[in-house]
């Protein structure tokens, strides 16, 4: 659906239509854990490699019921986008098992993640494929894919995976680089945005986990009021602005934002509908449809989720003329430091944590400058823009000497 909106405004050649028509390879594979109990239970995983034509496969491993194989198709369609439009040596790819981490011991967790390893070690590989955390993985789970895939191959390769613990080869940096990343590109948007400075602006961020308090702090740091937070319980609210670290101590020791002194509860609906400059929908995706797009106030959106906004509520934004700056560019921090890392692994090197966010700041500051050209030249939405960046550059690796008929 977007690549169709996309190819509107973007002309591409027939053999990269061809090429980005179906995955280059999709895996399957059933992974029989044993339980704590004694019992055994068998799970099923999927890894879709979309597209190599920019580099080894780039994307995320989800742990969630919902996970299926069109889930993690789409999205691993998606990653080749990001990818592109942050100009890293990066495909595509995106993995998935259908089930709820939350119902696992620590230990049935670790069984699950070596047992997916084995199924998949003959696609992975630091130049083949390099799987990342999502939704329901996290850091410890990449030290034990990385760590899997060693034993398999015989020699420590710590750059199949990323997002690993620092003592494991992780990249200082990887935790806040997607919220901080979304503040890099927001700040090199803004002048064509708006006239305001940052201490004008009023924020309401939707989602208080890593990316959105990470995004909170920075954007506070740069002098945003952030008058709006929620989290999966509902939402908190004040004129005054809040304080992010405070909030967050809140939340740890109360288990959710609900009755943060000083302010009002709100639903999450409410928050989005905030009367403010930006809003940050920062939690799940389809959180924005034709059914609330209309009722928005901001001038901004930053979709630092994937996929927060529907196409429908989309087209209703462009008319009401809010800016929407796409998960592809916002939030494409993460990616871009997991790639790091990679280098980083690869090169036997350990960069520093200035390094790290500096060489972020700058390819985020070029790539967002870059979108924002596009989307002049074109007379189109940040999205179309971006997408355009992205599909020029995935044209431009094929080989288009002409074919013998
Ligand atoms: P996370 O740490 O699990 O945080 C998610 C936050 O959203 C939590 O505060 C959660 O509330 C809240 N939430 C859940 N359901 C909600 C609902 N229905 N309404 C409002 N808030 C809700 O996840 P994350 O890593 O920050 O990821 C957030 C989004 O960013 C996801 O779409 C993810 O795919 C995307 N993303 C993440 C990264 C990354 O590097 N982490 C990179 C690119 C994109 P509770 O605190 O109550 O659970």
Redesign the pocket.
Known sequence: MQLTRATAVQKISDDLRVRLSAPEREVKVSIPVRMDDGSLKVFEGYRVQYSSLRGPYKGGVRYHPDADINEVRALAFWMTMKCAVAGIPMGGGKGGVTVDPKELSIKELERLTRGFVRKLAPVLGPQRDVPGP??GTNATIMGLIADEYSKIVGKATPAVATGKPLDQGGSEGRSE??GIGGMYVLMALLPHLTRKKPSQLTVAI???????SFLARNLVAEGFKIIGL????GGIYTEKGLDPDAAETYKKKNG?LEGFPGTKNIS?EKLLELTCDIVVP????NAITKSNAAKIKAHIVLE???GPTTTEADDILFKKEIHVVPDVLA?AG?VVVSTYEWEQNLKNEHWTEKKVLGKLRKLLEREAKNVWKRSTKLKTDLRRAAFSVALERLDATLDKTPKKR
Not at 206 to 212: A, E, I, K, L, S
């Open positions: 999502d939704v680089s997607t939707q989602g208080f986990g890593n990316v959105g929620s989290d999966s319980k959710s999450n920062a939690a799940l995706e630092m989720a994937n939030n993460g």
